[in-house]
RNA sequence: GCGGGUGUCGUAUAGCGGUUAUUAUCCCAGUUUUCCAAACUGGUGAUUGGAGUUCGACUCUCCGCACCCGCACCA
């Protein structure tokens, strides 16, 4: 069997209606894809199994949903509209790109990263002379121009002349920083405790690509755990054993394929960094969750920012301080392409290739088809009608099928990864079967009777 | 964003300055079919978009767009 490329993922993505591109009509938008009918079954699975780990089954967490609008002064306390815009200039001869603050450095010239544009502009233009293109030698360069991955908004502003634009999350995970105080206050939330959300991001991208691994657009789960200062290291290491377990336990991911991987270089805040990669096929490693030891970065830039105390006060020792978090966050996109990428099997099968997605079954965007042996003998297709029905009202996501020879709907079910199939044949409607149904197993492709009324509780074990 | 490459039905492909634009598969409808992509019939469906050259452009030129590779970026 040929080694799987990301290629063949893609194209069953596609043709099986997972995941297509963003504006497809009007020719198609970089960095953005929208899910189809099996793909945002799927998505929807993986969301439901993160929060029903990090909120259902905890009792020292808390879930919560923040606006995407914040208030501008979010992103400066989050250093993301002064940190994340790169003064940047290329150079004409080789085409690299200098990083003009740096640059400007090096020659003794101090450029602040706050400074606008403009000035940088001028300040590059006053000593163009000086500064030569570290590669090529060449002292030809073209604009300075600024690169934010902030997406702006002209949210709340009629005239077009807004001073300061409304910005778009670089990150979710700030509304939960905005929202610890509120949670604090309102719940019987007692640190050590979490609080976490999925909800959306939007980046500038320079270069978005690989598929859903790097968008413009993306969906983060996140949880943001708050230890009492220095109690750090202990909870950051259950973290990353459980967030591991996570997804070979429940999203059934092959363990060989997931690893741990430290940051080399820690932003200065930083007391610890890593994160879970995926071997993907044709990219190979890369990351799907980052797994961060903040201190208390995040709620003192936005205690100092916003001028609002948001130091907690221990019940028991009156001890007030501020918390330090430990954070998790994932691309959803990124999780789906994981779960895709492990799930993707091409098997051989009486000498022909079948693609399977082995999917774990509550994860899989069809839990069951239903189909009569053959669709030109009203009375079977009546009883499977009858059994679609059923099962339809108890799982949802049933799949009626009765297209073509039943082992065409069971290749159909196996690339969408269904995990059971079930056939109404004759032996439903008479004799010592009366009453039962086959059902048929994606993985290994066997089949039992099982009678109609045992099927939704034999459904629902599995 | 820069440099290079690519762009034909949903998918995978053939071909040509003048074609009814090929084939397979998928999909849809029908016939058939008593359990692993059988067969038959019919059907939908494509030259990435826009200009230009030309009597005529899917084919040549230019400008967009998307994707791929490299650089850069990646909280």
Redesign the pocket.
């Known amino acids: 069997m040929s080694e799987v490329k990301m290629?063949d993922i893609i194209?069953l993505a596609?043709?099986r209606g997972f995941v297509y591109?963003g504006s497809e009509i009007y020719?198609?938008?970089?960095?953005m894809y929208d899910y189809g009918p099996l793909g945002v079954e799927l998505l929807n699975n993986l969301k439901a199994a993160w929060w029903k780990a990090h909120v259902y089954e905890r009792d020292d967490f808390y879930g919560l949903d923040s606006a995407i609008f914040k208030d501008p002064r979010v992103w400066d306390a989050s250093g993301?509209t002064s940190g994340?815009s790169?003064p940047?200039a290329?150079c004409k001869k080789c085409?690299?790109?200098i990083?003009v603050d740096k640059e400007l450095e090096k020659i003794g010239v101090t450029a602040d990263e706050k400074m606008s544009e403009a000035e940088l502009e001028r300040l590059f233009d006053e000593n163009r002379d000086k500064l030569k293109c570290p590669k090529c030698s060449a002292a030809d360069f073209g604009p300075v121009r600024m690169?934010n991955?902030l997406v702006k908004t002209n949210m709340g502003d009629f005239t077009g002349e807004m001073a300061e634009p409304v910005y778009l999350p670089?990150?979710a995970c700030q509304g939960i920083y905005l929202n610890f105080k509120n949670v604090v206050d309102t719940t019987p939330a007692k640190i050590p405790f979490g609080i976490a959300q999925i909800g959306k991001?939007f980046?500038n991208?320079?270069?978005?690509?690989?598929?859903l691994f790097?968008t413009r657009e993306l969906e983060q789960a996140d949880t943001q755990y708050f230890v009492k200062p220095h109690e750090n290291k202990d909870e950051y290491e259950r973290i990353k054993q459980r967030r591991m377990d996570w997804y070979t336990q429940v999203l059934g991911v092959r363990p060989e394929k997931l690893r741990l991987k430290q940051h080399e270089n820690l932003?200065f805040y930083a007391a610890d960094a890593w994160d879970i990669e995926y071997d993907f096929p044709?990219y190979g490693f890369d990351e799907i969750e980052?797994i961060?030891d903040r201190t208390d970065y995040d709620l003192t830039q936005h205690a100092k920012f916003s001028g609002t105390d948001l130091s907690y006060v221990d019940p028991m020792t009156q001890e007030k301080y501020i918390p330090w978090i430990l954070e998790t966050s994932v691309g959803m996109g990124r999780m789906l392409l994981t779960v895709l990428s492990d799930a993707y099997h091409e098997e051989e099968?009486?000498g022909?290739?079948?693609?399977v997605l082995k999917l774990k079954p509550e994860l899989a965007p069809v839990k069951v088809a239903v189909s009569p042996?053959?669709?030109?003998k009203p009375e079977l297709v009546a009883k499977a009608r009858e059994v679609y029905t059923m099962l339809k009202k108890e799982f949802g996501a049933v799949m009626w099928d009765d297209?073509?020879?039943?082992?065409?709907r069971?290749?159909?079910q196996d690339?969408i990864g269904t995990p059971y199939c079930i056939?109404i044949?004759?032996d439903t409607l008479e004799g010592d079967t009366a009453g039962t149904?086959?059902v048929?197993n994606r993985d290994t492709?066997?089949?039992e009777r099982v009678k109609i009324e045992e099927l939704v509780g034999r459904l629902r074990a599995s």
């Open positions: 290629d194209s596609k043709r591109p020719g198609g938008q970089a960095g993301h994340f790169d940047l290329e085409n690299t790109r990083r690169f991955l670089g990150e991001a980046r991208e320079i270069s978005p690509r690989n598929f790097r932003v044709t980052g961060h099968i009486n022909d290739k079948r693609v042996l053959l669709k030109n297209n073509g020879n039943i082992g065409k069971y290749r159909r690339e056939v044949d004759f149904v086959t048929r492709t066997q089949q």
